[in-house]
């Protein structure tokens, strides 16, 4: 070509939880049944949704106006049916204007960062949700900026290294923070976000929480949504989707919240950009979003929530009992979203530990890719061409941790006890503490 048209960020567009599939995928054809734990889509995994929800779904696709144009930053209606429900929980006030609809939360982290200046940085968590990473990553064209999240404390923020720095770095003009958090399954208590929203006012920057995991939280604690945090004075968004809690993520349907847009006008410059952006693509998709006041207001969806919550909880003391107490292995109980992370120690992983790969033709298909993979892919590769089960490397989580990402989303409570049994005697075996007996 005449001109480059490749942007410098486009190397940070990497998303392995679905480039792993491509492996997993040529695995497959030679016979191995592959265990999707790659990627957190609750109906792949056999969950049912509820008979009710999927009523009001046939009842507005029967509605003509389901099937028209709504307005470009999403239907009023529902859009002023969420504006109190914010403010019915206390703390920052929004109208139905602070609130944008996008294709997914996918389109709107995406329009979040390339609508952004590129000089201006958002400081994020690590290990990262590889969508937020890659995204940021990209818009800069350097690397993910993050801060720690710390194993030995519950996968909590180091909120010194935050501020830290956020002091010494004036080019970030974000934090972001994800609660309940992807991958790690942690939930950050009132204080801890408080915390955060206080050096993001000490040092005049905004505050990003992704909030689509806010209604799958096991705790024990409830819910807390940057809303009730945030207070008067720091500009902020929160993410929000149906897409994990109906659940529905093939109705890409996601939307912004807008806090303290006129404290600064830099911040109600830069959402006035989302909102010409939103304009040039007309409007997203009409149905889902007309579904949300019907769902959200049923008497069945608090009971509905409340029994996912309860399923979730199980499955993730059962997974951290059985990966409990293995050597060279830390795990976490998580209490929110529907994952588990399994980390290993340092030390923990060489470049001579193999698990057995039966079929010659499976292992020549991996051969080639071990030699320049990081420790903990390494082992998801091999646990892949061993046992089937597909993972994601805690590596691709912008994070120098190693480790790996497994859902809580197995349905059959048979199958979900013999994945985890199954990922135990995996571990013992290629750290070299037992002999694997499945």
């Known amino acids: 070509m005449r001109r480059n048209l490749v942007i410098s960020g486009a190397e940070a567009l990497t998303y392995e939880i679905r480039q792993i599939v491509g492996i997993a995928k040529q695995i497959q054809a030679l016979g191995v049944s592959i265990i999707w ?11 049912e949704i509820a008979p009710w929800m999927k009523d009001i779904i046939r009842d507005l696709a029967m509605e003509n106006r389901s099937w028209a144009y709504t307005a470009s930053q999403g239907d009023e209606e529902t859009r002023r049916f969420l504006a109190d ?29 390339g609508f952004m200046r590129r000089e201006a940085r958002v400081l994020g968590p690590s290990p990262a949700y590889s969508t937020l990473s890659s995204a940021e990553a990209a818009h800069s064209g ?24 956020v002091k010494y770095n004036d080019s970030i ?19 801890t976000i408080a915390k955060i929203v206080q050096i993001c006012e000490k040092y ?10 806010a209604h799958v939280n096991y705790s024990g604690e409830g819910s807390i949504h940057l809303s009730e945090v945030i207070g008067d004075k720091v500009c902020g968004l929160a993410l929000r989707s149906i897409s994990k809690e109906y659940p529905w993520p093939g109705a890409r349907c996601g939307w912004i919240e807008v806090f303290n847009r006129k404290k600064d006008p830099i911040f109600e ?49 059962l997974a951290t009992s059985l990966l409990t107490g293995i050597p060279g292995v830390k795990v976490v109980q998580p209490k929110g979203a529907f994952y588990i992370t399994v980390l290993f120690e340092e030390g923990a992983l060489d470049l001579n530990q193999t698990l057995p790969i039966k079929n010659p033709e499976i292992f020549e298909t991996i051969k080639p890719l071990l030699s320049k993979a990081a420790l903990d892919r390494r082992f998801v590769l091999y646990l892949l061409a061993s046992t089937g089960i597909c993972v994601v490397p805690l590596s691709s989580f912008c994070c120098d941790l190693n480790g ?23 571990l013992q075996e ?3 503490h037992a002999p694997r007996t499945l």
């Open 37 to 47: 734990e790659n990627i957190g889509d609750p109906v792949q995994k056999g969950e």
């Open 85 to 113: 429900r914010v403010n019915e929980r206390g703390g920052s006030q929004v109208t139905h204007d602070d609130i944008y609809f996008f294709n997914g939360l996918g389109d709107a982290i995406g329009k979040i960062f």
């Open 142 to 165: 350097y690397e993910h900026l993050t801060y720690n999240l710390d194993p030995n404390k519950e996968w909590m923020p180091d909120l010194e290294d935050i501020e830290c720095k």
């Open 173 to 191: 003009a974000g934090i972001l923070l994800i609660n309940p958090d992807n991958p790690t399954g942690a939930v950050y208590s009132k204080e």
């Open 204 to 213: 005049d920057t905004m505050l990003i929480c992704d909030e689509t995991y």
């Open 269 to 317: 410059r830069y959402i006035k950009t989302l909102l010409d952006a939103k304009m040039l693509e007309v409007c997203s998709t009409t149905l889902p979003q007309l579904s949300i006041p019907k769902v959200y207001s049923h008497p069945n969806f608090l009971p509905h929530l409340r029994r996912r919550n309860e399923k979730f909880k199980e499955r993730a003391v």
């Open 404 to 426: 790996f990402r497994v859902t809580l989303l197995e349905t059959d409570p048979n199958k979900f006890h013999q994945i985890f049994l199954t990922l135990k005697n995996s």
């Open 430 to 432: 290629y750290l070299g």
